[in-house]
C-alpha cells in the first residue's frame, strides 16, 4: 500500500461529475429535454458540461435562450457563435413577439424578467419539453437555496416548494404526467467561486463583460447601470465612465454593473473570493422589487 499513490478526487472533479450524471440522467428518464442558455456565465459552464457528458456524441437536446429583447450585444454575439461551433438547434422564445401579440404587458418600469415567465411557459407547451436544464445554484438566492436538484412543477408550470421529491443517495425521481414538467438544475451544488475555478481550468472563454473594461454608467438604487437603449439618465442623475464588469448577465435593464479592475479569470477568482454579497445581492434590481421576489416569480413559472 505504501507503494501505491493515493487516490484523490479534487473539489472540481467532484462537482464536474455530480453534474454529468445528473444530465446523462435526465436523457435516461425524461423524452424532450432542453437546456436554457443565454450566454451568462453559469450556462456557459452548464453547456462545457453537456459537452463532456455525451461526447464525442453531439449534444443530444436543442438550447432555448428567452429573449428579453434587452441584451448585451456581447453575450448575443457568444451565444450564437456557441451555437454554431457546436451545431446547436436554439430556440428563441422572444418576450417582443409576445408583447407584440398581447401575450404579455410590459410594465411602466421597463423590466422585463418578470414577464418572461408567461414566454417561457408559452414555450414549454409549443415544443412539448418536459425537462428544462437551468444554471441555477443554491448559494444565489434564498428561494432558490430551497430548490432540489429535480424541481417538480405542475401543469400550470408553476414551483411549490412544499410539494418536491426528496433526493436521497442522488437518486431522482423524473416521473410526471403530460403537461407537466421538471426544472433540472447541475449546478446546484456549485459556487460563484466554483464556477470561475473551473472556466479557469477549462480556459473557457466568456463574453467580454465579465472582466473589467470602461463603460459610461449612471448610479440609481446604489448600483452602477449601463447607459444604453433601455437605461436613460432619469432627472438628477448624471452619466459617468467607470472601470466595471458584469458579475451576472441577465436583462440588460435591470443587471448593474460593479466596480472592477479585474481584468483576467485569476483577478475575478481573487475577487470573487474576498466579496461577502452574492452576484445577484450586488447587481439584480429585480431582486429588489421585494424581500421575496425570486420566490413569488419562480412559483408563478420563472426558471
Given at each position: 500500500?505504501s507503494g501505491t499513490a493515493a487516490y484523490r478526487v479534487s473539489h472540481l472533479d467532484a462537482l464536474e461529475a455530480?453534474?454529468?450524471?445528473?444530465?446523462?440522467?435526465?436523457?435516461?428518464?425524461?423524452?424532450?429535454?432542453?437546456?436554457?442558455?443565454?450566454?451568462?456565465?453559469?450556462?456557459?459552464?452548464?453547456?462545457?458540461?453537456?459537452?463532456?457528458?455525451?461526447?464525442?456524441?453531439?449534444?443530444?437536446?436543442?438550447?432555448?435562450?428567452?429573449?428579453?429583447?434587452?441584451?448585451?450585444?456581447?453575450?448575443?454575439?457568444?451565444?450564437?457563435?456557441?451555437?454554431?461551433?457546436?451545431?446547436?438547434?436554439?430556440?428563441?422564445?422572444?418576450?417582443?413577439?409576445?408583447?407584440?401579440?398581447?401575450?404579455?404587458?410590459?410594465?411602466?418600469?421597463?423590466?422585463?424578467?418578470?414577464?418572461?415567465?408567461?414566454?417561457?411557459?408559452?414555450?414549454?407547451?409549443?415544443?412539448?419539453?418536459?425537462?428544462?436544464?437551468?444554471?441555477?445554484?443554491?448559494?444565489?438566492?434564498?428561494?432558490?437555496?430551497?430548490?432540489?436538484?429535480?424541481?417538480?412543477?405542475?401543469?400550470?408550470?408553476?414551483?411549490?416548494?412544499?410539494?418536491?421529491?426528496?433526493?436521497?443517495?442522488?437518486?431522482?425521481?423524473?416521473?410526471?404526467?403530460?403537461?407537466?414538467?421538471?426544472?433540472?438544475?447541475?449546478?446546484?451544488?456549485?459556487?460563484?467561486?466554483?464556477?470561475?475555478?473551473?472556466?479557469?481550468?477549462?480556459?473557457?472563454?466568456?463574453?467580454?463583460?465579465?472582466?473589467?473594461?470602461?463603460?459610461?454608467?449612471?448610479?440609481?438604487?446604489?448600483?452602477?447601470?449601463?447607459?444604453?437603449?433601455?437605461?436613460?439618465?432619469?432627472?438628477?442623475?448624471?452619466?459617468?465612465?467607470?472601470?466595471?464588469?458584469?458579475?451576472?448577465?441577465?436583462?440588460?435593464?435591470?443587471?448593474?454593473?460593479?466596480?472592477?479592475?479585474?481584468?483576467?479569470?485569476?483577478?475575478?477568482?481573487?475577487?470573487?473570493?474576498?466579496?461577502?454579497?452574492?452576484?445577484?445581492?450586488?447587481?439584480?434590481?429585480?431582486?429588489?422589487?421585494?424581500?421575496?421576489?425570486?420566490?413569488?416569480?419562480?412559483r408563478e413559472g420563472y426558471f
Amino acid at each position: 500500500m505504501s507503494g501505491t499513490a493515493a487516490y484523490r478526487v479534487s473539489h472540481l472533479d467532484a462537482l464536474e461529475a455530480e453534474s454529468i450524471f445528473v444530465m446523462r440522467e435526465v436523457v435516461a428518464e425524461l423524452e424532450r429535454p432542453v437546456l436554457l442558455f443565454s450566454g451568462g456565465k453559469d450556462s456557459i459552464v452548464m453547456l462545457k458540461l453537456a459537452e463532456k457528458a455525451f461526447a464525442p456524441a453531439r449534444i443530444p437536446f436543442p438550447v432555448m435562450h428567452v429573449d428579453t429583447g434587452h441584451n448585451f450585444p456581447e453575450v448575443l454575439d457568444y451565444r450564437d457563435g456557441r451555437v454554431s461551433e457546436l451545431s446547436l438547434q436554439l430556440v428563441v422564445a422572444s418576450v417582443q413577439e409576445a408583447i407584440d401579440s398581447g401575450l404579455v404587458r410590459e410594465s411602466g418600469d421597463g423590466m422585463r424578467n418578470r414577464i418572461q415567465t408567461p414566454v417561457l411557459l408559452a414555450a414549454v407547451e409549443k415544443y412539448r419539453f418536459d425537462a428544462l436544464f437551468g444554471g441555477a445554484r443554491r448559494d444565489e438566492e434564498k428561494a432558490r437555496a430551497k430548490e432540489r436538484v429535480f424541481s417538480f412543477r405542475d401543469d400550470f408550470g408553476q414551483w411549490d416548494p412544499k410539494n418536491q421529491r426528496p433526493e436521497l443517495w442522488s437518486l431522482y425521481n423524473g416521473r410526471h404526467h403530460p403537461g407537466e414538467s421538471i426544472r433540472i438544475f447541475p449546478l446546484s451544488n456549485w459556487t460563484e467561486l466554483d464556477i470561475w475555478h473551473y472556466i479557469a481550468r477549462e480556459r473557457i472563454p466568456l463574453p467580454s463583460i465579465y472582466y473589467a473594461h470602461d463603460r459610461e454608467v449612471i448610479e440609481r438604487d446604489g448600483m452602477l447601470y449601463a447607459v444604453n437603449d433601455f437605461i436613460r439618465p432619469r432627472g438628477g442623475e448624471t452619466p459617468f465612465t467607470a472601470r466595471v464588469r458584469y458579475r451576472t448577465v441577465g436583462d440588460a435593464s435591470c443587471t448593474a454593473a460593479v466596480r472592477s479592475d479585474a481584468d483576467t479569470v485569476e483577478l475575478v477568482i481573487d475577487e470573487v473570493a474576498a466579496t461577502r454579497i452574492t452576484e445577484r445581492g450586488a447587481t439584480r434590481g429585480d431582486d429588489r422589487v421585494s424581500e421575496a421576489a425570486m420566490e413569488d416569480r419562480k412559483r408563478e413559472g420563472y426558471f
